[in-house]
């Protein structure tokens, strides 16, 4: 089970964030209210992870509240098993959003009302123009837009056509409701942008009731406004929209005024992070499923063993702000080791299996050692781990002719056998290709573990699975699911799994789904949570143990 109950998220504490929200509270008490606005088009990756660490870590930190709404104002698209596997990932993730579970589309009665109030106003009209039309005619970054012929409509005209609009009286583009706004604005959002669309699709929630549907940028502030939202954070892209933001909060008087603030996506070195990509992986089946452990969505690194703490952790580590940046992915790597370092049984299991025969050792002898669990932490106790004549072994850890450097067996050179004995290497068997089919050694009992042997040393220690009690196991080992090209572009990555055939310490029989070890050497890894059963063990690589990220001092 996950420990959930101290979520930190983002400490955004001294960032740019913190700094508007303290500057909108000095003075007045106000209760912080935040949300996170998922479009049910798809599951949710790591970058929403950042959103979500945020906007509920600040509710958090603020003792405000945090909502959670299905932005289901587009018709085409949404699906309940991505608002089930959304909610499923927040949970996961630590995070609560107690009775408030909105969605975008249960207000479509109150946007259509608060849309002819700007009518009312004189502040939108219905425009005829087609979708071409006021494209060419909004102008550019140098020249101004012109304005529409039917801007100039009569209130009662326009309340006319709209509510036909409504009624489904017209075609798909035929007309639209547009913002009276500045067609001369340098900012092309401000050149009454349309607010208001027919499409005549049925809606997953509202069925065939509605055939005209709001515009994203008219929505949002509303349904911020209508929940009483009063930091409305989203990503950068946004940066240019907040003036219209504001005008529709302004026009529509609401008595909360939400504040919109951006800040910068979280983009992660050799991934690719978008809803659209993941989704064309998981259609045209080149991953299995949503939950493939190599992708990057919050179900993929949950099934590949990485836990909330450590999301949670590196959120915090990478903070927040405005200039785009790329994480590098090791940061992410860095979190889950660190988070699983101190709390995973260590066990041995050879992935790469090559036979170790000790001829000195008796055939028929059995002994059982006690081995530690974890190097540093007592209180995950020992186990009792089979020692017989025949092992299996790492097939790298023997070299007939060795590289420089090289501690491990090689013939005449000696090794320590974890928890066991030292062995020297004395030579090996060959097929008739001259493959190694196994590796002979002798050991000392004199230097058995535990003994306190000090006459020699040995520089390498290697670690095995004894061939009596050795489990065969399946080992799925990942790598990045995209690489650069020799253009840098990044394709799909034809190695991102591997499969080996492991044999694994016999205590990981009784290994249940989704349970976490490290394996001697080869990284973390846990137990798959579709595959794996006792009869037939799975494994998948949580990651290595080798870092290449170093956090900054003060982290
Ligand atoms: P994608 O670009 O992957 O399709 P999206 O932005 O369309 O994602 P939404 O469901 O609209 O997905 O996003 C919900 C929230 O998550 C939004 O507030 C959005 O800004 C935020 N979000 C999406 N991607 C990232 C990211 N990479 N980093 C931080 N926040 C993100
Ligand atoms: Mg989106």
Not at 494 to 523: D, I
């Amino acid at each position: 089970m996950e420990n959930n109950t101290e979520s930190n998220g983002v400490k955004a504490t001294g960032s740019f964030i913190n700094n508007f929200i303290n500057e909108d509270l000095s003075g007045h008490t106000q209760d912080i209210v935040t949300r996170f606005p998922p479009e049910p088009n798809g599951y949710l990756h790591i970058g929403h992870a950042k959103s979500i660490c945020l906007n509920f870590g600040l509710a958090k930190e603020y003792g405000g509240k945090c909502n959670l709404r299905f932005d289901d104002t587009n018709p085409a698209k949404e699906d309940t098993e991505f608002v089930e596997s959304i909610k499923e990932d927040i949970k996961w993730l630590g995070f609560d959003w107690e009775d408030r579970l909105y969605y975008a589309s249960s207000y479509f009665d109150k946007m259509y009302e608060y849309a002819v109030r700007l009518i009312k106003k004189g502040k939108a009209f219905v425009c005829d123009m087609s979708a071409d039309e006021v494209r060419e005619a909004r102008g550019d970054l140098k020249s101004p837009g012109k304005e529409s012929p039917y801007r100039n409509r009569s209130i009662e005209e326009n309340l006319e056509i709209f509510e036909r609009m409504k009624n489904g009286e017209f075609a798909d583009g035929e007309k639209t409701l547009r913002a009276k706004i500045d067609m001369s604005s340098p900012n092309i959002n401000m050149r009454d942008p349309v607010i208001y669309r027919i499409a005549h699709m049925t809606h997953h929630a509202t069925g065939d009731k509605w055939c005209i549907y709001p515009m994203y940028d008219y929505a949002h502030p509303v349904e911020d406004a209508i929940e009483g939202v009063t930091h409305s954070i989203c990503t950068m892209e946004f940066e240019d929209h907040r003036p219209l933001y504001d005008w529709v909060i302004n026009e529509l008087d609401f008595e909360v005024k939400p504040r919109q603030i951006e800040f910068a996506k979280l983009n992660l070195s050799n991934t690719i992070m978008g809803k659209r990509f993941l989704r064309n992986l998981v259609e045209t089946g080149q991953v299995d499923g949503w939950d493939d452990p190599r992708l990057i969505t919050l179900s993929g690194i949950r099934r590949r063993g990485y836990t909330p703490e450590s999301i949670r952790a590196f959120c915090d580590m990478i903070g927040v702000s405005k200039a785009n940046s790329t994480v590098d992915t090791a940061q992410l790597e860095y979190c889950i080791r660190e988070d699983l370092k101190p709390k995973t049984k260590v066990v041995m299991a050879v992935l790469d299996p090559i036979k170790l025969i000790i001829d000195n050792y008796p055939e028929d002898m059995t002994e059982m050692l006690e081995i530690e669990n974890h190097p540093d932490n007592e209180t995950l106790g020992k186990r009792r781990v089979s020692f017989s004549r025949e092992l299996w072994i790492e097939r790298a850890d023997f070299e007939e002719i060795p590289p420089k450097k090289y501690f491990r067996l090689t013939p005449g050179m000696e090794v320590r056998l974890k928890g066991a004995y030292f062995v020297t290497c004395v030579g090996c068997d060959k097929d008739d290709n001259g493959n190694v089919t196994a590796v002979h050694a002798t050991y000392d009992p004199a230097t058995k573990s535990g003994l306190n042997f000090t006459e020699r040393k040995v520089k390498g220690t290697i670690h095995w699975v004894d061939c009596k009690t050795a489990v065969p196991a399946q080992v799925n080992l990942y790598e990045s699911l995209v690489v650069p090209d020799e253009n840098g572009e990044l394709v799909l990555n034809p190695n991102s799994r591997t499969v080996m055939s492991a044999y694994v310490e016999s205590c990981l029989k009784e290994a249940e789904k989704t349970e976490r070890f490290q394996f001697m050497r080869n990284g973390y890894f846990i137990a798959d949570s579709k595959h794996h059963t006792k009869e037939d063990p799975v494994f998948d690589r949580i990651v290595s143990l080798k870092s290449s990220f170093r956090p900054e001092k003060g982290n």
